[in-house]
C-alpha cells in the first residue's frame, strides 16, 4: 500500500528562521515519484520539486532544499531565512503508475 | 496562473442531488486528474483521463464518474450526493510528454462543493 505521512500538522516561526517540513512515504514499488507542493490561501497547488526513486541526489533552489533518503523512506523540505510570503500549506506526495498519494500536508505560519 | 479553470468556483446542493464540475485544461496538455480535498486534508485523488480514456482511479465509488472531451477539457459527475461530499474539488492537467506520473501537474484552484 502507498501512504504519506506528514506528521506535522501547524507549524510557526518567526521570519529569517530556517524551518523544515518532514514527509514520510510508504510504497512496495521500486519506481516512484515524490514531489513537494504548496498551497496558498486561494486553493491553487503550486509545484515545488520532483524526485525519482532512483535520484537520491539532494536539490538546493534558491531558500528552499530537498533531501530525499531511500533508507529512512524521507523526502524533507528546508526553508532557509524564512519569509511571510512562505506562509501556506505544504504538501508532499507520492505518484506511483497514475496513482497519487498526498500527505495531509503542513501548515506554515511565518510571522514577521 | 497555472492555465487550468474551475467552474464553478464555489457552490450549494443538497442530499441526494447530482453536480457537474468542469475543468479546462493548460493549453496542450492532454492529461487530466481528479481530486477531492476535504478541510484540512490533503488531496485525494478520485481518476485520472489520457486522451479521453480514464487511465487511473482512486478508491471512490460509481457516483463518481468523469468524462474528457477531444479539447481535453474534462468534467466531474457525482450523482446521489451525500454530506460528506463537501469538499474542495481539483483539477489537474499535464503534457503527453510529461505524463502525470513523471511530470509536473498543473492545478486550478479548485471547486468548492457545499452539500447540505
Redesign the interface.
Known amino acids: 500500500a502507498q501512504k504519506v505521512t506528514q506528521a506535522q500538522t501547524e507549524i510557526s516561526v518567526v521570519e529569517k528562521e530556517d524551518v523544515t517540513l518532514d514527509c514520510v512515504y510508504e510504497t512496495r514499488d521500486t519506481t516512484y515519484y515524490l514531489f513537494w507542493y504548496k498551497q496558498p490561501p486561494s486553493g491553487e497547488l503550486v509545484f515545488l520539486i520532483r524526485r525519482n526513486s532512483f535520484d537520491e541526489q539532494n536539490e538546493i533552489s534558491g531558500r528552499y532544499s530537498w533531501n530525499f533518503q531511500k533508507s529512512t523512506s524521507s523526502f524533507n523540505f528546508t526553508i532557509t531565512a524564512s519569509q511571510v510570503v512562505d506562509s501556506a500549506v505544504y504538501f508532499c506526495a507520492l505518484i506511483n503508475f497514475n496513482k497519487f498519494y498526498f500527505g495531509s500536508g503542513t501548515k506554515l505560519n511565518v510571522k514577521p | 496562473e ?1 492555465g487550468v479553470t474551475q467552474s464553478p468556483t464555489h457552490l450549494i446542493k443538497t442530499r441526494g442531488q447530482q453536480v457537474t464540475l468542469r475543468c479546462s485544461s493548460q493549453s496542450g496538455h492532454n492529461t487530466v ?1 481528479w ?1 477531492q480535498q476535504a478541510l ?6 478520485i481518476f ?1 483521463y489520457y486522451r479521453e480514456e480514464e ?2 482511479r ?1 478508491n471512490f465509488p460509481p457516483r463518481f464518474s468523469g468524462l474528457q472531451f477531444p479539447n481535453y477539457s474534462s468534467e466531474l459527475n457525482v450523482n446521489a450526493l451525500e454530506l460528506d461530499d463537501s469538499a ?1 474539488y ?1 483539477c ?1 492537467s499535464s503534457s503527453e510528454l510529461l505524463r ?11 471547486s ?1 462543493l457545499t452539500v447540505l
Request: charged residues 15%; hydrophobic residues 30%; proline residues 4%.
Open positions: 497555472t486528474s481530486y484540512g486534508q490533503g488531496p485525494q485523488f485520472q487511465n487511473g482512486g474542495l481539483l489537474a502525470a506520473d513523471t511530470g509536473e501537474l498543473f492545478f486550478g484552484e479548485g468548492r
